[in-house]
């Protein structure tokens, strides 16, 4: 077992790898550009060294300088976590060159199923369905037009490396293939550090169903059954649950096969997650791999009970998977809510700033992944997540009920960000009933937003507040506010009080 791992992230998901590695009694060093040197995930680490300057390329992924922090504090692997250089194959090649375990896939393997449009060469070529789309990226405008036109509008420009929703544009007509092209190169180029970008046909209305994996060394490959990721804004998830609705038992055999077919042609090691559009028809189709540990995989933890991180560092430390796929088993229902700091009533922009007041839900069946604490600031420079709400309950109708109660309960105060949002959909009968495809929240908008109209009864009764000093609302009150006695507010719970900076 290795004794030194470095973790190249930041935020909540090298906070999660840390706990994995403090369990394994394995010492860990962290990294952080010069606007993070008080962030929560430092002060997680047993050591950590400063990467950088806050800007991405010259921080969280500049390849040289990760390798050789690693190197001078002894790291014998590096764990890379999601987003940033997870999927990059020439910083795995870059571990493998300096004799560090890379946790994760092979650079060759990464190479394959990082690059989409590799990953798609090959999976057509062991018979697994895949959507219509260029089997090549390239920067020439013509050959865009040429496919567009030959599998049909409305296409999608994707990024060639990396996942996230980074670098994707759907395209409707000829006329706007061009800017949706070079707008998705330089997200690509921000994002992963390179512009590659291919056209896949455009599925209307699908569904978006992954499959966990894992493949240890030695060939054994399970599945951990799937994630309906289908709640998403500008192609990110933000609601994922398991089981999903719409698979019966014999659509989810065959599609977990398929996911274990792909990771082994691939030769794949470590955690991956396959991913599959589901039309209307429920056929389903190949969408990509994500090589790296998922934002989303606590829900498949909450419901098998495999600790997905420690299965990351033990197979990269040569060990057999402990199970076979008859072991696993699906109980319960989980869900996750990525709390992002962003404004929802503006297009989902990011929100930086400081937190001036954090209070995290807790309870029975609650679990927070949180990178935050009260008083720290939110940089603009990276993705804005904040933190990831996950319930499990014994039924989908009770874990929608804990997620819904237990976004009432999250307060951050100091920034916007989304959690008034996700409460909206969980209140929804299309989400209750498990009615939604990847559209739902462009078509449901209406009914996601504030209702503004409302504002003046909240206005009056913090007037009456306010005339009475009384601290709460209740009976009337809180109905002349349009709440229920039982959906209080911050404004109510905290009685009299007011933000200062100190």
């Known amino acids: 077992m290795f004794k030194k791992i470095l973790i190249a992230n930041r935020g909540e998901i090298a906070i999660r790898v840390a706990r994995a590695c403090r369990e394994l009694g394995i010492a860990t060093i962290g990294v952080y550009s010069t606007v993070d040197k008080n962030s929560l995930h430092v002060r997680y680490m047993d050591e950590v060294v400063c990467i950088g300057n806050p800007a991405p390329q010259e921080s969280y992924l500049h390849i040289d300088a990760i390798i050789d922090v690693a190197r001078r504090c002894g790291a014998q692997a590096i764990h890379p976590g999601y987003g940033f250089l997870a999927e990059n194959a020439l910083f795995a090649k870059a571990c493998e060159d300096a004799n560090i375990i890379f946790v994760g896939p092979g650079s060759k393997a990464l190479a394959l199923v990082g690059d989409k449009v590799a990953s798609r060469k090959t999976v057509k070529g062991i018979g697994v369905p895949i959507i219509p789309g260029m089997e090549g990226a390239t920067t020439e405008m013509t050959t865009f037009k040429k496919m567009a036109e030959q599998i049909g509008y409305p296409v999608i420009v994707k990024a060639s490396l990396g996942g996230g929703g ?26 992963f550090g390179d512009d590659a970008v291919y056209l896949e046909r455009y599925i209307d209305r699908p569904r978006h169903v992954e499959f966990q ?5 030695f060939g054994n490959v399970v599945h951990l059954f799937e994630r309906e990721c289908s709640i998403q804004r500008r192609h990110q998830k933000i609601i994922e649950e398991t089981p999903s609705v719409v698979l019966d038992k014999e659509l989810r055999f065959r599609m977990g096969e398929a996911a274990k077919k792909v990771i082994a042609a691939a030769e794949y090691t470590n955690a991956g997650t396959v991913e599959f559009l589901l039309d209307q028809n429920k056929d389903f189709y190949f969408l990509e791999v994500n090589a790296r540990v998922q934002v989303e995989h606590p829900i498949t933890e909450m419901v098998t009970g495999v600790d997905l991180v420690r299965q990351q560092i033990l197979i990269a430390a040569g060990e057999k998977i402990a199970f076979e796929q008859d072991d696993i088993r699906q109980h319960g229902h989980a869900i996750e ?43 603009p420079h990276y993705d804005p997540i904040l933190s990831k709400l996950i319930v499990w309950a014994e039924t989908r109708e009770m874990a929608i009920v804990r997620m819904s109660h237990a976004l009432k309960e999250y307060v951050i105060l100091g920034i916007r960000t989304n959690i008034g949002f996700l409460k909206r959909i969980m209140e929804t009968d299309k989400f209750s009933r498990g009615d939604y495809h990847t559209h739902f929240i462009d078509e449901n908008e209406s009914q996601l937003l504030p209702r503004h109209e409302e504002i003046h009864k909240a206005l009056i009764a913090a007037a009456l ?16 506010a349009g709440l229920t006695p039982l959906e209080t507010t911050p404004w109510q719970e905290l009685g009299k009080w007011e933000i200062c900076r100190e």
């Open 166 to 191: 980074k670098g994707m544009r759907i395209v409707r007509s000829e006329k706007e293939l061009e800017t949706s092209v070079a707008a998705g190169q330089r997200e690509a180029k921000s994002a």
């Open 337 to 379: 809510a990525r709390i992002y700091a962003e404004d929802p009533e503006n297009n989902f922009l990011p929100s930086p700033g400081n937190i001036l007041f954090l209070l995290e839900p807790n309870g029975p069946g609650i679990r927070v992944d949180s990178g935050i604490y009260h008083g720290c600031d939110v940089p």
């Open 465 to 480: 507040v306010s005339s009475e000093g009384k601290g709460r609302v209740k009976g009337l009150g809180a109905t002349t």
């Open 213 to 217: 994996v894992l493949r240890d060394k």
